[in-house]
């Protein structure tokens, strides 16, 4: 049994301005995808030019922080929002959404795609391999803040996590971090160092995340005014599955 780390959610304070390791965490993720996007520009393997890209970014940026709040809201608490409309724009009370923020960077790479006249799943194939590490970031601030924690385990690597009882319980922020985080993001690296189908890295990236979060899940407690759903799954299985099915029919798609 092993006791959370005892870090303070806030790195560090400006005056009155108190900055969060889940603030920074965002960044961090922004900004490896500038610099992984921009590796791969000067390598030719990127079908936008390096002044396109900037404009990317600042579309993706607005799409993961909108679709991300946009998701919470409706996929996790509908009910809620509906009854107390202006705490939409809470967002320092937390509650993002991963398929949120997904949906909202497919829209905003859509509209990019649509202003400088790219095709959208090359772009997409493109932006797929620049986000996995992001995504690790963010499981790593979810471990820091000791939020959503795993189920109770057994396990020698249990942990007691502030707030959630005196049981020690699956890390399953780390399990995350190293699946969706890590893995995903060799696997699509490897895939996409050369030149694939068109679709076939978006429908790997649609698969890959699916399955790994869909996994992960059987370790993860469910978000307490939701527990657990039809068939007794939890709500991130249940929105990974469309993912997973998009994935196969992309990937079929493309090698047909």
Known sequence: MIA???????????GPLSVRWYGLMYLAGFAVAWALGTLRIRKGLAPVTRQQF????????????????????LFYKPDHYVSHPLEIFYVWQGGMSFHGGLLGVMAAMAFAARK???DYLRLMDFVAPLTPLGLAAGRLANFINGELWGRPTDLPWGIVFRGAGPLPRHPSQL??????????????????????????????????????????????????????????????????????????????????
């Open 116 to 118: 400088h006249a790219i």
């Open 4 to 14: 959370q780390p005892n870090i303070d959610p806030i790195a560090f304070s400006v």
């Open 175 to 256: 399990y995350e971090f190293a699946l969706e985080g890590l893995a995903l993001f060799a696997l699509l690296w490897w895939f996409s160092s050369v030149p694939r189908r068109r679709g076939e890295v978006s429908g790997l990236f649609l698969l890959g995340y699916g399955l790994f979060r869909f996994v992960v899940e059987f370790a993860r407690e469910p978000d307490s005014f939701l527990g657990f759903l039809a068939l007794g799954m939890t709500i991130g299985q249940w929105l990974c599955l469309p993912m997973m099915a998009g994935g196969v029919v992309l990937l079929a798609w493309a090698r047909r």
């Open 54 to 73: 900037d404009d990317l970014v600042f579309f993706g940026v607005l799409g993961v922080i909108l679709g991300g709040r946009l998701g919470y809201v």
